[in-house]
């Protein structure tokens, strides 16, 4: 792939530099047509326009593969332009030496021109330096801003694996606490769960891949909140709807559990079951997905507490991998935590 883009280059520079020949010996002296001896005029001026082209190419590519890289990059800025200057008088001088004593032979100026012409020749010469400089800085800059874009890329990769992998034992540690207290009171229904929760594990460790499809997530999403049902029985009032249009979108797994988990965790224990509620709506439309989810939690025990590590994750990887492309609400009211989030997936 390389060594096409390389080929593809290397044409297109050799096509605008024919273009470039064409440009002057056929358009810019055109008028030089009015001279007597015209064949052996235009015979002549074949050899200046290539060795003009050439001294263009010159100065063109010694831009790009020397003063530019070798002084003005590595801050030597004071040698470039001295050297670039002087090397653009010095060919200027030549090839308007050369100049004279070709267009002499046929009196197209005097001597007196020597010094306009000359004029002309180092402004068209600092012309082509210029572009050179210009050429390979725009791509040395291009170059620096894909290399920082891919030291991003690679920073954000890395947080987000260290935040998944965080996911894995805060889960893991709430799923065997969660067991442990059901040995003993119901042991039926600690087996259930403990199942429910291996299958829930194996999911996290096994299918969430960087992107996953929205269908499997929710999938996820309903068989832990229906773990967490079975584990809580009566004790809470749950309601919860998941529904979604696209199927097939994609989004970044587990990105939903620590806001739900977080909920039944911190829900309240009020001695009237009827006072602790959870509801969790989940709702994508258009490709706009949106997850809200309520649960009564205890002023007085969970004043500190309400939120956490799970929270914080959620946060950090939205701003990583949805930046400017979510809407993420977190806040307490009557006895209530509250959680309104949106996503453009």
Not at 46 to 62: K, R, S, V
Not at 226 to 254: C, H, N
Request: net charge neutral.
């Amino acid at each position: 792939m390389s060594n096409i883009k390389s080929i593809k280059k290397i044409a297109l520079h050799l096509l605008i530099w024919v273009l470039n020949y064409l440009l002057f010996a056929f358009v810019v002296h055109s008028d030089w047509n009015g001279f007597n001896n015209v064949s052996e005029v235009h015979n002549s001026l074949a050899y200046a326009y290539t060795y003009g082209i050439f001294t263009n190419i010159f100065l063109f590519y010694i831009q790009v593969f020397w003063l530019v890289p070798k002084m003005y990059m590595l801050k030597r800025k004071s040698t470039y332009y001295v050297l670039s200057f002087s090397i653009c008088l010095v060919v200027s001088l030549i090839e308007t030496y050369f100049d004279y004593m070709l267009y002499d032979i046929f009196e197209i100026y005097d001597t007196d021109e020597f010094m306009d012409n000359f004029s002309t020749t180092v402004f068209v010469n600092l012309f082509y330096s210029v572009a050179g400089f210009y050429y390979i800085f725009r791509q040395a800059h291009k170059t620096s801003e894909k290399e920082k874009q891919l030291l991003i890329q690679e920073s954000f990769k890395a947080e987000l694996k260290y935040l998944k992998a965080q996911l894995n034992p805060h889960f893991l540690f709430n799923g065997i606490n969660s067991v442990y207290h059901l040995i003993g009171k119901d042991d039926v229904l600690a087996k259930d769960t403990l199942l429910q929760f291996s299958e829930l594990l194996r999911y996290q460790l096994y299918e969430s891949g960087a992107q996953i499809i929205l269908e499997k997530e929710l999938d996820f999403v309903l068989q832990y909140i229906k773990m967490e049902k079975t584990r809580k029985g009566s004790d809470i009032q749950l309601t919860y709807d998941i529904k979604f249009e696209s199927a097939t979108k994609k989004i970044v797994p587990l990105l939903l559990i620590p806001i739900i988990e977080n909920a039944f965790k911190h829900c309240s224990n009020h001695t009237n079951n009827y006072d602790n509620n959870i509801d969790i709506k989940i709702k994508e439309v258009g490709g706009r997905l949106s997850l809200d989810c309520v649960n009564t939690f205890d002023e007085i025990t969970n004043k500190n507490t309400v939120g956490g590590i799970g929270l914080i994750n959620v946060k950090r990887r939205l701003s990583l991998v949805y930046p400017d492309k979510y809407e993420l609400t977190i806040l307490k009211k009557n006895s209530r935590f509250i959680v309104n989030l949106v996503i453009e997936l």
